[in-house]
């Protein structure tokens, strides 16, 4: 889907694989007026609009700016690690990614962290939802339904996305034969990153 990514600097998590590590400093990048940011995008022909991070919750002016785009008739995704609370944001599909043990250097720490249940249930309760796990190995997929059970509300299969971890085509490929099977065995979606296949992996795209 042509959408438009307007990303936030600013991340409460440090996952060792993060392929935007450049975005995880507050201070990063620039520092634009929100009309302004509303002018580029607007822009742009399409009406779909990413807020995604780092971890765009993080930042201030994030319920500004999903009000001022959403008046103006933008269908808005917002891209986050689900470990904050929605409290009510101008959303039209929330692609929460709940972040897997794997993702941090020190396996065993306290996983509150990077999972918190109360925030993932309010934006399952609150919104057009979907779930996308970063997969490295099939004993993921234990983690994955630990933290769907926890959730304790119904997620339906096909709201559940398998993302092979990776930021190249051929780490990503590596994976694709295992995880679509198991796709197909659980009804999960697997979830091809296009951007890396069509663009590589590099800012902008």
């Not at 399409?46 to 500004?64: H, K, N, Y």
């Not at 897997?100 to 250097?105: R, Y």
Request: glycine letters at 6%; a neutral charge; one cysteine or more.
């Amino acid at each position: 889907m042509p959408s438009v990514f307007v990303r936030l600097a600013g991340c409460n998590l440090r996952c060792v694989w993060c392929d935007t590590a450049y975005a995880r400093d507050p201070k990063a990048g620039e520092s634009i007026p929100l009309s302004e940011v509303v002018r580029r995008v607007c822009a742009f022909s399409t009406r779909f609009v990413v807020l995604t991070g780092g971890e765009p919750m993080t930042a201030s002016c994030v319920f500004a700016l999903a009000t001022a785009l959403r008046e103006r008739g933008k269908h808005l995704t917002i891209e986050t690690n689900g470990t904050l609370p929605p409290d009510g944001i101008a959303c039209d599909l929330a692609s929460v990614s709940p972040k897997l043990a794997h993702s941090s250097a020190a396996l065993l720490e306290d996983a509150s962290e990077r999972i918190r249940h109360p925030a993932l249930a309010a934006w399952v309760d609150g919104y057009e939802c979907q779930l996308k796990f970063v997969i490295t190995a099939p004993e993921d997929l234990v983690e994955v339904r630990q933290i769907l059970a926890a959730i304790g509300r119904p997620v339906p299969p096909e709201r559940v996305l398998l993302m092979p971890q990776g930021t190249g085509r051929e780490v990503e490929h590596r994976h694709d034969a295992w995880l679509a099977e198991a796709c197909k065995e659980t009804g999960f979606r697997y979830c091809h990153r296009l951007h890396v296949e069509l663009f590589g992996n590099r800012r902008g795209v």
